[in-house]
């Protein structure tokens, strides 16, 4: 890697505005990244004027501003959280720094580091890491869109924060495409780069059950084992867990601290 600090790229996930990702983002500026960018991709939020976004245009979406980022020379780590797991994945292709220096193209992505995301295996969905069944938080709207019941997603995405800085944030989320949790893998990106875990222990949205299938999915494809960093939290550790969570990014970003 580079001695010039790297891109840090987070891929948001689903139904999250990107300022949830401030307190993080904030830090690792403070911390000298030049530049650290949270990807929203099609799928959060309505779009009226067209169909909901599937989760290969959210995967198109990232390629494109991350092949922007490495055309301009930037080294980059991923940090795709969530369900941001399935399309980070998926936009992979091609992407890798190695893969670049063989065409002759500079920049591209060393490593990824997935938070409490949502990875299956290639021909897989979300539902093979998640169940079929709709989680008691999240409804059906008619018109193709999912929204979050702003209690019980507090409690459950923001479940090691007081409550009422919870709900405060659950008010917030947007709606997201019902069809984007349909998508199969279709190429495991994961296998290009070094890949690194934020694990953390008392989620209950991607439960450690879930997350455990995740990085045996990934150690399975790659024949590499994941780097994994553990923390006593919540599925959102951009608020609840800070320092740490802007800690471990450094970390595998190459940095000693």
Known sequence: ???????IVIIAGSFTPASFYDP????LKSAGYPIVDVIV???????????????YDDANFIRARVEKLADEGHDMVLVPHSYGGIPASESMKGLAKSQRETQGKRGGVVKMLYVAAIVPAVGELSSSIMGDKTADYMQVEDDGYLSLKPEESAKACFSDMPFEEALKLAKQWPQHSAVSFGGALAYAGYKDVPV???YMEKDQVVKPASQDLCIKNIEKASGKSVDVHKLDGGHFPFQSR????????RVVA???V
Do not use: H, Q, Y
């Open 41 to 55: 991709f099609p799928s959060i939020g309505r779009r009226d004027s067209e169909p909901p976004a599937t989760m």
């Open 1 to 7: 890697m580079s001695t010039t600090k790297p891109a």
């Open 196 to 198: 690194s875990w934020l």
């Open 242 to 249: 800070v320092d740490e969570t802007t800690r471990i990014i």
């Open 24 to 27: 993080v983002v904030d830090k």
């Open 254 to 256: 190459g940095e000693n």
